[in-house]
């Protein structure tokens, strides 16, 4: 995803006293389990302008129409007026509106993957937030706003929330197959730009703790290439605990300026938690580049709801082809393409602008 913009003792804020893997104390389930609803940053004028969110505002009134009819939309609001000019927005375009509720909280931006609540479970199946560190995606902005969010949400929402504020991690630069195996960059996790007097063991320690993994696929990424430090989401995808879907060889190269061809060999050459190589599937990239822009857009990047699909397309050639293949992968969701040049002109796609809220296990 290339976004681009216009430390061991732990503070429990609050805590109750998953049990899926025995050693971990909390467990992030995969995104495609049954969802209580998705969590989105609705775009505003007070950071960029009014142009800029008149600019991508359709693209969030697209996701609601097409999630809400199978899950709860929770909305984050700048402010009070916003809220007000949203709701009436909303029903203008025929949202149940009660399927849909606001926590109001000051944002910088729209990118709720990275600076959003995460949340986890505990031994006991007891929903929980974990809140990271967010530093602007390696100090690349001085946002302020969005660091507080996910804990706005838990005290409107009553949820416990767990503050780590010593490992930085944004929700994008991790992939998770649902059974003990994570996929991440170096370059977006730990670098120079994030995390940088961690060692890599360190920051395993974190995650295995509080997102319930237990191995690790590490890709070397790339820095300063993109404000995100090459972001897994537009990179590779787990479909299932034994299927990875990327991009072709050709297509990998493409991706970053500067990448390393490892990294494709080792997403071919990985194993899953119970030592199986993974199934690899490929989508390719938009056959041109954006229009407008000097790189291709990647269809990896959808969100998985209960009961559809939303896939990024761009008016290209591909969009048939990667379609067809994430139908194929998801034949009892409906696809529902939702066109992103707008978006994907300020660096992400669908994945970036929405979070899962797991339903109670």
């Avoid at 995803?1 to 109750?16: A, D, E, S, V």
């Avoid at 490992?167 to 994008?172: A, I, K, M, R, S």
Wanted: proline share 4%; hydrophobic share 35%.
């Amino acid at each position: 995803m290339k976004k681009k913009i216009l430390i061991f003792m732990t503070l429990i804020m609050f805590l109750p006293s998953v049990n899926i893997f025995a050693l971990n104390n909390y467990i992030m389930p995969k995104e495609e389990q049954t969802h209580e609803g998705t969590w989105l940053t609705w775009p505003h004028k007070y950071t960029y302008g009014e142009e800029y969110r008149k600019e991508i505002e359709s693209i969030w009134i697209d996701i609601v129409k097409a999630l809400y009819t199978g899950e709860n939309i929770h909305i984050i609001a700048y402010n009070n007026k916003e809220r007000d000019r949203i709701e009436k927005l909303l029903i203008k375009n025929k949202v149940d509106m009660k399927k849909v509720d606001f926590v109001i909280s000051k944002s910088d931006d729209v990118w709720v993957r990275d600076t959003g609540p995460i949340f986890i479970f505990d031994k006991n199946n007891k929903l929980t937030i974990v809140d990271f560190a967010f530093d602007g995606w390696g100090k690349k902005t001085k946002y302020k706003n969005d660091d507080n969010i996910p804990k706005k949400v838990a005290e409107t929402k009553k949820i416990p929330i767990i503050n780590v504020p010593e490992l930085v991690l944004e929700g994008g630069s991790v992939e998770l197959d649902g059974n003990g195996t994570m996929m991440a960059t170096l370059s977006s996790v730990v670098s120079k730009n994030r995390n940088k007097n961690l060692t890599v063991k360190e920051v395993e320690e974190y995650i295995k703790k509080y997102l319930g993994v237990t191995n690790f696929i590490w890709l070397k990424g790339v820095t300063d290439e993109d404000i995100t430090d090459a972001h897994i989401d537009g990179m590779a995808r787990f479909y299932n605990e034994n299927t990875i879907l990327t991009v072709s060889k050709k297509d990998f190269r493409e991706l970053y300026d500067g990448i390393d061809m490892n990294d494709y060999k080792k997403i071919q050459s990985s194993k899953n938690s119970k030592g199986e190589p993974y199934k690899i599937i490929e989508i390719p990239l938009t056959k041109k580049n954006v229009v407008g822009l000097d790189y291709k857009g990647s269809y990896l990047n959808y969100y998985i709801g209960n009961e559809v699909v939303l896939v990024p397309v761009y008016k290209d050639e591909n969009d048939k082809i990667a379609i067809k293949i994430i139908s194929d992968l998801y034949p009892k969701k409906k696809i529902i393409p939702i066109v992103v040049n707008n978006l994907f002109q300020y660096g992400g796609m669908i994945h970036c602008v929405t979070q899962q809220q797991p339903a109670s296990i």
